[in-house]
């Protein structure tokens, strides 16, 4: 059974940095297309970032250039670096694993983390 689990999330002040951790148990990791969604109370769930199995990455327009999405396959552990840390990057962020496709992201294999908060506030 594929499990996710995210870590890292925490309170940061506007500008500071970042990184949430997600380690994944069961399944074949290297084989997986993953990535990071965030979501607000009372509004959907949005991509973040993707990464797929040999290392193609997408991103959301208002977090390129500041955000990095990576992997470890021998860890079992996707990363997402957050930089320059702004009030709107608020939100529980979640990883999953789903499909690269078309230089986008798609969550849609149903397997979710339980999420980790990120405050960002002065």
């Known amino acids: 059974q594929v499990r996710l689990v995210e870590s890292g999330g925490g309170l940061v002040q506007p500008g500071e940095s970042l990184s949430l951790s997600c380690v994944v148990s069961?399944?074949?990791?290297?084989?997986?297309?993953m990535g990071w969604h965030r979501q607000v109370p009372g509004k959907q769930r949005v991509l973040v970032a993707g990464?797929?199995?040999?290392?193609?990455?997408a991103y959301a327009d208002s977090v390129k250039g500041r955000f990095t999405i990576s992997r470890d396959n021998d860890e079992r552990t996707l990363y997402l670096q957050m930089t320059n840390l702004e009030l709107e990057d608020t939100a529980v962020y979640y990883c999953?694993?789903?499909?690269?496709?078309?230089?986008?992201?798609?969550?849609?294999?149903?397997?979710w983390g339980k999420g980790t908060q990120v405050t960002v506030s002065s």
């Open positions: 999953s694993l789903g499909t690269y496709a078309d230089a986008t992201y798609y969550a849609n294999n149903g397997f």
């Open positions: 990464i797929s199995s040999d290392g193609m990455t």
């Open positions: 069961g399944g074949a990791f290297s084989s997986y297309d």
